[in-house]
């Protein structure tokens, strides 16, 4: 699979997911820092890659039908420090990568996975 690594989440994630076996990079290897949610999205589309992100904003469905994507993975955990998240996102990243992320909305919190 290929993943790409939102701005808001730790760039080591593209280690993890590389070491996994999957091509990943980060909004910030595209030169995209900053930009608006819907260039953001404009590019995953055209590439083929999955998002990892924790912006709520993406996970709206009628602004980014996720059937349109190879996948959005929006993460919700309680804390949000950057160490606590790469904790909570290395946490669920096995299960996540058994599941087809294809077309799929991914919503990840302390209580588990939900696709749409």
């Not at 590389?18 to 980060?26: E, I, L, N, S």
């Not at 995953?44 to 959005?72: E, N, W």
């Not at 919700?76 to 990243?93: C, K, N, S, Y």
Request: net charge negative.
């Amino acid at each position: 699979m290929k993943f790409k690594i939102d701005e808001n989440l730790p760039a080591d994630l593209v280690a993890d997911l590389q070491a996994a076996g999957h091509a990943a990079d980060t909004v910030s290897d595209e030169g995209l820092s900053g930009a608006a949610a819907a260039a953001v999205m404009a590019h995953v589309q055209a590439d083929g890659r999955t998002l990892l992100t924790l912006d709520k904003g993406i996970a709206d469905v009628r602004a980014y039908p996720p059937d349109q994507y190879a996948g959005i993975i929006l993460f919700r955990p309680r804390t949000t420090g950057r160490t606590e998240t790469l904790v909570f996102i290395r946490q669920h990243l096995p299960a996540l990568l058994q599941i087809d992320l294809n077309g799929h909305l991914c919503v990840v919190s302390d209580t588990g996975i939900r696709v749409r």
